[in-house]
């Protein structure tokens, strides 16, 4: 058996033990993403003929909760604060930057999987604005010229 094999066994085993539960889309959702990464639209088929829902419902639960992701995620997810007290004093020009550097949209991926670039609302560091994560990590006081050096030591990282 493959691994993809194994996985989808994995979530049909998921849905079997849940379909009889009240709600069990979401835990269904959140199992389907630890095993696969994302969310994708074959993994939602899946759970719709599983769980006896449409495939409509499924991708509106996906896709309202930011904990699901429909692609996969890059080895280093950068989040950059767009709540208040981040936003005035400039992440939106800090998120600008990186979407240059990276050659990506936000909320995106970029080709060779190694970053996803994402907006995010407060962080809970607003003393520090603007705030930015990249994974763990946390980068306070962000300014555009910050954003080149920074990316560099990760993609040095792999090098």
Not at 127 to 149: C, K
């Amino acid at each position: 058996m493959s691994e993809m094999e194994s996985k989808y066994a994995e979530l049909r085993q998921m849905i079997e033990a849940h379909k009889d539960w009240p709600g069990a889309l979401m835990p269904v959702l959140q199992g389907a993403q630890e095993i696969f990464g994302c969310v994708p639209e074959d993994v939602q088929k899946i759970i719709a003929e599983g769980l006896g829902v449409t495939l409509s419902e499924v991708y509106g639960v996906a896709t309202f909760y930011s904990q699901f992701s429909l692609q996969p995620k890059g080895k280093y997810v950068i989040s950059v604060c767009l709540g208040t007290a981040c936003y005035v004093k400039g992440s939106q020009s800090v998120l600008d930057k990186l979407s240059e550097v990276l050659e990506i949209p936000v909320g995106t991926t970029t080709k060779d999987g190694k970053f996803t670039l994402q907006a995010t609302r407060c962080l809970g560091a607003c003393g520090l604005a603007p705030v930015m994560t990249i994974n763990e990590d946390v980068y306070g006081r962000m300014t555009p010229d910050q954003v080149p050096e920074i990316i560099a030591k990760y993609q040095n990282k792999e090098a």
